[in-house]
């Protein structure tokens, strides 16, 4: 089977793109990826697959994109043609009106509309009614739907007309730790504990969704330091946790291994690419409380209130005080992550592939 999976580089949409199409090749699949948003850097094009076309089109997210993307669109209906894949994978939206020769399914990562009622609690201005038109259109085109939680795919059917019983929820996932780091239970007590007395978070610094002001403001008087790794693009760095900016993959999972909290008071997060990363390496979390978390971590995390930086600090105070409940609960979070291995996305991936393009071929 060879798929081309557009996506994009700002954020975890190509960390997804990248640990998906390495498990999708190493099951026998042939990947063939092109980049829309800023040119890759050197170590984001190390994690991809050895055929990687890039735009450089602004993303329809962005303000005033649409020249881009209808250029991007034209572009990615000649790569197809150059390319010949059987199936397209999109992470765009408006892309799912394309012609394409090809069945093509389109990703849902995020949407503007669901981030603003989280972020605004109220519905995006007519300043975003094209958005709307755009993605609408390009939902209703494709012959699937995916989402990564029943969370998301509840907003976007809020918002936009999806194909009658063309929808479904496939988990993202991620490669876990090839050997047991951290060997926390004997009986009924913790052991040997190699984690270090750290609170640790990522994500875009300037996004109110990740609320990561909540959590800086919260780092206030707490005794463990607080790390946020991340993009600032430009703005106020935090005042009481430490900010280490944007950092290679490998610099940020050497930071997980290292942190036994990982704190993500989320006010919108349509999965969590990289809590899941934190939890398959043993850090102990402290979540937004919001449905689509509580969808993917249940018992296996502690949530608060998004909204109440008071909240999370008692939280983080009393984890960071609890050595057996911070072991218990990083026990729980990673056996959970477990269950959202890459291996097991590629797989239901692969099968939908299968479907979609027998079923194309029968109607032809």
């Known amino acids: 089977m060879k798929v081309l999976i557009s996506t994009d580089t700002v954020g975890g949409v190509l960390t997804y793109t990248a640990e998906l199409a390495a498990a999708l090749e190493a099951q026998g699949d042939e990947v063939v990826v092109a980049t829309m948003g800023p040119r890759l850097r050197r170590e984001q094009r190390r994690l991809l697959p050895r055929r990687v076309h890039e735009s450089g089109c602004r993303l329809e997210w962005m303000e005033d994109p649409w020249q881009d993307v209808a250029a991007a669109g034209r572009w990615l209906l000649a790569l ?3 390319e010949r894949p059987d199936l397209v994978h999109l992470c765009s939206y408006s892309h799912g009106a394309l012609p394409f020769r090809v069945p093509k399914l389109v990703v849902a990562h995020s949407c503007v509309l669901s981030w603003w009622r989280a972020v605004h609690s109220t519905e995006a201005p007519p300043g975003w009614n094209r958005y709307r038109e755009e993605t609408g259109a390009g939902l209703a085109a494709v012959d699937t739907v995916i989402a990564p939680t029943q969370a998301i795919l509840r907003e976007l059917e809020r918002d936009h007309d999806l194909p009658p019983g ?19 239970m004997e009986g009924n007590r913790p052991v040997g504990e190699e984690k270090e007395a750290l609170v640790l978070a990522s994500g875009r610094f300037w996004d ?3 609320n990561l002001a909540a959590l800086d403001a919260a780092a206030a008087g707490l005794e463990w330091p607080v790390v946020v790794a991340g993009d600032l693009q430009g703005g106020e760095a935090p005042r009481h946790a430490t900010s280490t900016g944007v950092l290679s993959p490998a610099r940020l999972a050497k930071l997980r291994q290292r942190a036994s909290i990982y704190a993500a008071p ?3 997060e349509p999965f969590g690419l990289g809590i899941l990363e934190a939890a398959a390496e043993r850090c102990a979390l402290v979540l937004g409380d919001i449905p689509s978390l509580r969808e993917l971590w249940s018992d296996a995390a502690i949530f608060v209130d998004p909204h109440e930086p008071e909240a999370l600090r008692e939280a983080l105070a009393g984890l960071a005080g609890d050595r057996w409940l911070r072991t218990a609960l990083a026990d729980r979070a990673q056996r959970r992550a477990a269950s959202y291995s890459i291996e097991r996305a590629a797989h239901t991936y692969h ?4 479907i979609l393009t027998a079923t194309a071929e029968v109607a032809a």
């Not at 063309?166 to 730790?177: D, E, F, L, Q, S």
């Not at 099968?351 to 299968?354: G, M, Q, S």
């Open 208 to 210: 109110p969704a990740k």
């Open 351 to 354: 099968r939908l592939y299968e």
């Open 80 to 82: 197809e043609a150059e």
């Open 166 to 184: 063309r929808a479904a929820v496939i988990h993202n996932g991620t490669p876990m730790p090839t050997r047991r780091k951290y060997p926390y």
């Open 266 to 268: 989320a006010l919108y």
